[in-house]
């Protein structure tokens, strides 16, 4: 069993900075694969960013590749997720899910389906 919280979501306007944290608990290895996953009005639910805790591979999605980046507090079980220029595009609700570890690769992280377990959700809000 997997579960998720997700914090930090808040408002911010154009160009700001903004960090979520996703803790972990129960059993899960270093052979996870935790995402961010963002749902935004309008659009489909978009992978944004992965790691595979057993490598430290991250993947990033192109449209915040340069601007957002992930990183990992493993004595705490938690992942990072610092978001900077931030765009109204950026707005909606993030989310931290995880999935098992084979499928955490550049071809397959970021197909939705695939993950299992799933946080309730933080909203972040940019403003212009």
């Known amino acids: 069993q997997v579960q998720l919280a997700e914090s930090g979501g808040g408002l911010v306007q154009t160009a700001g900075s903004l960090k979520l944290s996703c803790i972990v608990s129960?059993?899960?290895?270093?052979?996870?694969?935790l995402a961010w996953i963002r749902q935004s009005p309008g659009k489909e639910r978009e992978g944004v960013a992965a790691?595979?805790?057993?490598?430290?591979?991250?993947h990033y999605a192109d449209a915040v590749k340069g601007r957002f980046s992930v990183s990992q507090d493993k004595p705490k079980n938690t992942m990072f997720l610092q978001m900077n220029v931030l765009k109204v595009e950026d707005s909606g609700v993030y989310y931290c899910?995880?999935?098992?570890?084979?499928?955490?690769?550049?071809?397959?992280?970021?197909?939705?389906?695939?993950?299992?377990?799933w946080g309730q959700g933080t909203q972040v809000s940019v403003s212009s």
């Open positions: 790691v595979y805790f057993g490598s430290g591979l991250i």
């Open positions: 129960g059993s899960i290895g270093d052979d996870l694969c």
């Open positions: 899910a995880a999935m098992s570890w084979h499928a955490c690769n550049s071809r397959d992280w970021s197909q939705i389906e695939r993950y299992i377990y």
